[in-house]
């Protein structure tokens, strides 16, 4: 469990997370953060958070990635006064990019990094809304350290522990921080 687990913050942020069954599929529950983003209080409280635990980290870039990781990391690039960086989906970015594929729980999904989008000065936190698996996050590392630039930590809103995506994760030579976690 994270180290704010025990802070009111943490539980008003999960109690505005709709849990939705069986969606996408049976058997799943959903985890919809759009009510999160929805309720200022909330998405404050997770601002609030993450700029706690890296306003002092030497951070310059944070890579969000593609789609909801961007909401973060703008909004927080904004409060720690760094750049951001844009992880995409395949065709989306303009210039030579970096490219890599990675399995996820419904199938296979492919990451791309502007080659010139960060270099070996640069200290980069990585951010999305949810961790699952953990693929989408182990590509995104391998992209900016094919850049040269050191990985300070991947964040998230939300991790789903017994998908075990912190651990894969760790085998990238990562560290993992999650506000919120569920089974």
């Known amino acids: 469990m994270n180290s704010e687990a025990s802070d009111s913050r943490v539980s008003y942020i999960r109690n505005s997370v709709t849990k939705i069954a069986d969606y996408p599929k049976p058997g799943i529950i959903f985890r919809d953060i759009t009510s999160t983003l929805a309720d ?19 951070i310059t870039q944070i890579a969000g990635i593609e789609a909801r990781g961007f909401i973060f990391a703008a909004a927080l690039a904004d409060r720690l006064q760094t ?21 996820l729980e419904y199938g296979e ?44 930590e991947a964040a998230f809103l939300i991790e789903l522990s017994g998908l075990q995506g912190r651990q894969r994760i760790a085998q990238a030579g990562v560290s993992t921080y999650a506000i919120c976690e569920y089974d």
Not at 83 to 102: D, E, N
Not at 126 to 147: E, H, N, R, Y
């Open 40 to 58: 200022v209080r909330a998405l404050t409280y997770v601002l609030d958070i993450f700029s706690e635990r890296y306003q002092r980290s030497g």
């Open 83 to 103: 750049g951001v960086t844009l992880i995409r989906k395949p065709g989306k970015l303009p210039r030579a990019v970096h490219q890599q594929s990675y399995s």
């Open 109 to 152: 999904d492919t990451l791309e990094l502007h080659r010139d989008a960060l270099g070996a000065t640069d200290k980069v936190l990585l951010i999305d809304d949810l961790l699952a698996t953990g693929g989408t996050m182990q590509a995104a590392a391998k992209l900016v350290s094919q850049c040269g630039a050191t990985i300070s």
